[in-house]
């Protein structure tokens, strides 16, 4: 029997998060070429009713109160001493912001080969290789994965999920929760859940979405104007938010909201992997930028190579004129 | 008490890449160095801590491009008490994290600091985050995505940006390793004769470190995404552009 294939069931309180299923659905893709058992690694407090909807041949459930939420040292903790016990051939972790804390601290720790950002898993002439995603979206890594076991990182959104219906596991195996628990260094957890937001930028059909390119926050008039000119809400890429130019709740990506309208108007984003994960799913993608390289004319259906502000003026004297 | 900022510098992917014709690294004649934008929010989240605490703040980094010197010098200016610069046979080599994080335990050992603060991720961390990966090597609690921290009593209450807007916030025992993603405000500006200025005063500590083993991190091949998927692009002039942008909206009944 080939080493299994592991996967950490990433979830807020019992809630599955979509890119779980997506790794589940790699891990069988792989499981069917080579004959290994899926194994779904999943921690938690009152679970056990989310380990029967796991599809994978066997979910090793371990519950604690100190692991009522994923945090980092306790998540990490748990799952280096799993791995290390029953070393898998591939660890499959998200590169979410839970994940991210959890992938390379279990490969330092283990001293095990990480591939992080992975978009791509395949077998070529027998041999597993990762395609990772690099320098903005711009450049991609193949791997060849040796024959140590080896963690992989992988971006939501880039695998399909196989089996949309949850389907009961093969076994839950319960374990006892590693004794380096009682020794944490992170004493507290507070969840917050954001406020309502004066606008829902998931419901909204068409969205104006700026970037970067609009340069200082006086520039935001122009594009808010186009916004309503067009019916459609202001929302932005991430740095713009940290800026404080915008609220949170118009900040669509990976951290901020995923958004599928009917229009996604880009201006000046150039469409970082972050900010594509959030909008590669709208229906009509139209993309204004200065760079002809920019990622996000990878996503986009229409895409101009051009000063934002030229478009945008000349949208605006079509629209209100 | 210190807090250690660590400190890259990037290829700016603002520019155009090319590929090296080894094929397993970018062309670094070509490529323009900026400091890690995430650091650059880290140095400004040390910077606020330190402003509360009266800790020291160390900037210290590894210098693979021999361009650190001016992100260490505009760190010194914007407030950083020491900058330190490990040197060593690995100018113009891809330091995998694994390599970088192995380089810089022992000087932050020494250091002795009770915060750790680097960027939540770079745009070359093909073998994963810094932040992680030192807490995993130093034995520090840690947290990644960080959006703002305090130090109060000893301890440290940090947030920590999950999806959609929602947060969590940890109570972490000190030392502990923070990578993060934005500071509590933008980054501050420092004009141009300051930095000028620090040059001429202030020195940077070089340390001058022994390498063993792969630095790289192992790639059979990089490459461009597939041209597949790539938007029709529109030309002509503004004027001409707008015309056919509306008339793609109304086709589809979007206007």
Redesign the interface.
Known sequence: MAQQIAVLVEH?EGQPTDVTFELLGLARRIANTNGAPVEALLFGQGVRHLAETIPADRVVLVEDPRLR?L???AT?VTLATLLRADPPRLALIPN???G??????????LDW?????CEGLETRDGQL?AT?Q???????????I?DRPT?I?ALAGAFAADAMQPEPPGTIERRDPPSELAA???????????EA?DVDITRAE?IVAVGRGIESKDNLELAEQLAQA??AVLAAS?PLV???WLP??R?VG?????VKP??YFALGI?GAPEHLEGMKDAE????VNK???A?I???????????LF??A???L???EG | MTIVVVMEQV?D??E??A?APSGTD?DRDAVSYVVNEYDD?ALEEALLLAEATGDEVVAVGIDTTGELDQALYTALAKGARRAIKLTGDFEGTWLS??AA?RLLVPVIQELEPRLVLTG??A???????????L???LG??????VIGSQLVDG?LQVR??????????????LP?VL?V??AR??PRYVPISRVRQVMREATIETRDVETSGDLA?????????EEA??????TGS??E???R??E??RA?G??
């Open positions: 807020l939420y945090t980092p040292e990490a979410t912001s839970l991210m804390d959890v992938a390379a601290w279990v490969a330092a720790a080969p990480l591939i992080a950002y290789v990772a690099l320098f903005g979206g711009k450049i991609l890594a193949d791997v060849l040796d963690v990182s944490l260094h992170t004493r507290s957890v507070v969840l917050e859940r954001p937001a068409k067009l019916g991430r940290d800026a404080g949170r709740s900040q990976k951290s901020g909201l995923k009917k229009l150039s009509l993608i139209i993309a760079d002809p390289k990622p004319f990878s996503v986009a259906d229409y895409g101009v190579v051009a000063d030229e478009v003026e000349a949208l004297e079509r629209l | 290829p992917v603002v155009e890449l590929i970018l929010h994290t694994r994080a939540v991720q745009p070359d961390d093909l073998d994963g985050q810094l932040a992680p990966t807490a995993a090597l520090w609690p840690h947290a990644s995505v301890a920590k940006e999950l999806w959609g807007g929602m947060t969590m916030t940890l109570e972490l025992e502990a990578g993603q934005a405000q933008a991190p192992a790639i059979m091949r990089l490459r461009f995404p998927g790539q938007a029709e692009i529109l503004a004027s552009i707008a015309d942008i509306i793609l909206l589809r979007l206007l």
